[in-house]
């Protein structure tokens, strides 16, 4: 049985053999519901200068003590940097600048600075690297996070995420990937100079990782041995390491996979200027600051190269508050978004006083 095509009605949609007004055709009418016919209730404000102004006014006095209070927190952090690259021909450390991986004897230089100011809480000792990129894409994916949480597979077949380091002389390579072999591996050492005596400055290494890091995502390998050599049998050490992963440090609770400068370390920078936390100086006592001012001396064992790549290197000794380190941005963003609001609600206010009245009168009639 032959039927009839008409692409046109079909395009009009209208199937063929079906007029307009007849039963059979789909109505394209929405369905007669509150959503559908846009008959949901609505609230739109009504900006009004009896609105708009104390909004301005209330934004303004809110913001601008706070913006005070972080500034004036900030300001009172303690913070000392000292730049240790060796770029200067005068500074000490630039017998060390063209320092490679693994130079043997190591290179050691020292640093005297003086303290005008004690620092009176504890003291995070930072060091800081410039022009490093670990946020570039393959560099932050250069790693085997089962490897790192203790998986023995991913042990000895690390993800191929770590090439080109994830094998070497033909033995897996533990950790693998670039970010665990570019560590930072300088050695800094704080001593206090009193009365030309070398009094050295008790630096604290544990619990300067986050602590999910150090419980949670990274782990030893598992075994019938608590021995970390015989746990990491069958592994190579990263290429530019001095010495393998199981002898980062002699305290068991402190060493393998689970040593706290490897794990911030593996904590990647968002930025190519960052610090890292290396050292705590606990304040031993109420009575006296923790460092005091007076002279002091920074010993050195330079191993991290970075002038191939145009960087810097940096210690910071930096006090904390409730609010972090030391940062005047936030408090400054307060005062200046504060200040803008106040000012706007000042003309705003002036406009409305001088032009108000005039627009009421011309509504009405006369």
Known sequence: MAVNYNAKEEADGHPSGVGASGGAGKSRKPDNTAFKQQRLPAWQPILTAGTVLPAFFIIGLIFIPIGIGIFVTSNNIREYEIDYTGTDSSSP?????????????????????????????????????????????????????????????????PSKECEPYSTSENKPIAPCGAIANSMFNDTLELFRIDNETRIPITLNKKGIAWWTDKNVKFRNPSGNTNNLTALFQGTTKPVNWPKPVYMLDSEADNNGFINEDFIVWMRTAALPTFRKLYRLIERKNNLQPTLQ??????????????????GRKRMILSTISWMGGKNPFLGIAYITVGSICFFLGVVLLVIHHKYGNRNTSADIPN
């Open 93 to 157: 450390c630039n017998k060390c600048l063209n320092v490679s991986w693994n130079s043997t004897p190591p290179c050691t230089c020292t640093i005297n600075f003086t303290l005008n100011q004690p620092f009176e809480t504890n003291v995070f000792m930072y060091y800081g690297l410039s022009n490093f990129y670990q946020n570039h894409r393959r560099y932050v994916k250069s790693r085997d996070d089962s490897q790192l949480n203790g998986d023995n597979s991913s042990l000895l077949h």
């Open 293 to 310: 001012a007076g002279k002091y001396s920074l010993d050195i064992t330079y191993n991290y190269p970075v002038h191939s790549f145009d």
